[in-house]
């Protein structure tokens, strides 16, 4: 008789996500490592993602199939990349790697609240028991001593929610452009992205009053490791192993990268989790989890 089982995920997609999961995770803790100011590393997180980027076109001439095309609307998913990394890097600087991570992957509620609204889709009921224990979570994390935090931590925790609604704008209009020019590689998408992305980082760098140079070999080898690994193989990874796996694993493996960013938090730079929060985080990953499941999993990428 023919087995009733679910087929076995392919195991090279299941690492190749995992891979890409925990390569991403890392990114904020660059952030931390580079010792720069919140705007000057992203600037250079998009300079060496696009250098990256244009090494692996030139090397791969598939892969540049677009790239002189459609200027104006990667400068506009380039915009909302913009704020999204301005926001998550100064939520960086006020609350640490592992809470502002955590809080940016609330953007799979808003995506989905998106698609409800504007494009009326239904939602499963893992969606509202998604946020519900994510609300709880961060109640946990901040609410209950709200009064009590320094105006920094304040300004950290709504930054970190503003950037969950940049990154999902990111995503919507990524998506979206992408599939309007369907002939334009999802590759040469990203450094057309990247280098509007780096400009526009650039001129706010400059406005904001901070320098160029980079102080050590410490802060070279972290914004490499942003651009490098964070910016573009942990997404290969992701994305060329989404495709092969069910939404639940997806979902799943997702998961990894906003935990192992809390877990990184505690572990280089002795993030202080009381037990409460330690159970605010818990169950914001929990929401998290059931908010990538009821997008779908695939249409909902954690935040590199």
């Avoid at 001593?145 to 950037?163: D, F, I, N």
């Avoid at 979206?176 to 590759?187: A, D, L, N, S, Y």
């Avoid at 400009?199 to 140079?213: K, P, Q, S, Y």
């Avoid at 964070?230 to 990268?257: E, F, R, Y």
């Amino acid at each position: 008789m023919p087995s009733s089982s679910r087929p076995t995920p392919p195991l090279s997609a299941t690492l190749g996500l995992l891979a890409g999961a925990i390569m991403i995770s890392f990114a904020a803790v660059f952030v931390r490592l580079s010792d720069m100011p919140p705007t000057t590393s992203g600037f250079y997180r998009m300079v060496f993602g696009a250098s990256a980027w244009l090494v692996l076109l030139l090397a791969v001439p598939a892969m540049r199939e677009g790239w002189q095309k459609t200027w104006p609307s990667s400068i506009l998913i380039g915009a909302f990349f913009c704020a999204d990394i301005w926001f998550w890097h100064q939520s960086i600087a006020f609350i640490g790697p592992g809470l502002s991570t955590l809080l940016a992957n609330f953007q799979v509620f808003i995506l989905t609240m998106v698609g409800v609204v504007f494009f009326k889709e239904h939602v499963h009921w893992r969606f509202g028991l998604g946020v519900g224990l994510a609300m709880a979570g961060l109640w946990l994390l901040f609410g209950r001593e709200w009064t009590e935090l320094s105006l920094q931590a304040r300004s950290g925790v709504w930054l970190g929610l503003l950037t969950a609604c940049a990154y999902a704008l990111y995503l919507l209009s990524l998506r979206g452009f992408q599939i309007k020019h369907p002939t334009v590689r999802p590759e040469a998408r990203l450094m057309q992205v990247t280098l509007c992305c780096g400009v526009m980082l650039g001129i706010i760098n400059g406005i904001e009053g901070h320098g160029f140079a980079i102080p050590s070999t410490q802060s070279w080898l972290a914004l490499i490791g942003l651009g490098l690994f964070c910016q573009v193989l942990g997404w290969l990874l992701i994305t060329k192993s989404l495709p092969q796996l069910p939404a639940a694993v997806v979902g799943l493996l997702l998961l990894i990268q906003p935990a192992a960013s809390v877990g990184w938090d505690v572990w280089f730079f002795e993030l202080d989790l009381s037990t409460g929060k330690a159970l605010g985080a818990g169950l914001a990953l929990v929401g998290i989890y059931f908010g990538l499941r009821a997008s779908r999993g695939s249409d909902s990428i954690a935040k590199p």
